[in-house]
């Protein structure tokens, strides 16, 4: 497992959820409005990661959970999975449309983490409204999608 720990703060759990939600789609936005949408997934990850020190928010980068354990990740994969304040999963991407490769994969994170709460940030996209797509497990194996 990859991992880029950082915790500066004594209680990582002291914001409530949605403070830290809305947190996190604020630092997406302004990485949008700042670079655009014709980057690198990578360039995105590293100011995704620079965002969140700057915030004092504590964070792990996750390698890609594999569908099927054996494969386990691809070697040249860059990790664009975070654990957040260890309670929210998120994914960046940059690319052209979100499949369902994709939600399977966020979702499958979710899944191994035990955590209910995703949020996918896609960077490609031209609108900075349609940048962010967030998945609510419910209980059980029924996850649904949430858009703005």
């Keep these: 497992m990859t991992e880029c720990l950082v915790d500066r703060r004594?209680?990582?759990k002291s914001?409530?959820?949605t403070c830290l939600e809305n947190t996190l789609v604020s630092s997406a936005t302004v990485i949008h409005q700042l670079l655009g949408p014709d980057l690198l997934e990578s360039i995105y990850v590293k100011?995704?990661?620079?965002?969140?020190?700057k915030r004092n928010i504590s964070f792990?980068?996750?390698a890609p959970v594999s569908r099927f354990a054996e494969e386990g990740p691809h070697p040249e994969e860059t990790s664009s999975f975070f654990l957040v304040e260890d309670s929210v999963?998120?994914?960046i991407r940059a690319s052209e449309s979100l499949d369902r490769d994709c939600l399977n994969q966020l979702s499958d994170h979710l899944?191994?983490?035990?955590?209910q709460k995703g949020y996918i940030f896609n960077f490609r996209m031209p609108q900075t409204k349609d940048v962010i797509k967030?998945?609510?497990?419910?209980i059980?194996?029924?996850?649904?999608l949430r858009g703005d």
Excluded: A
Excluded at 111 to 115: C, F, I, L, T, Y
Excluded at 134 to 138: D, M, S, V, Y
Excluded at 140 to 144: A, I, L, P, T
């Design 15 to 17: 914001r409530g959820d």
């Design 47 to 53: 100011c995704f990661c620079y965002e969140l020190n």
């Design 111 to 115: 899944e191994s983490e035990g955590k």
């Design 89 to 91: 999963i998120v994914m």
């Design 140 to 144: 059980g194996y029924g996850d649904f």
């Design 60 to 62: 792990t980068q996750k």
């Design 10 to 12: 004594p209680n990582p």
């Design 134 to 138: 967030g998945i609510f497990r419910e």
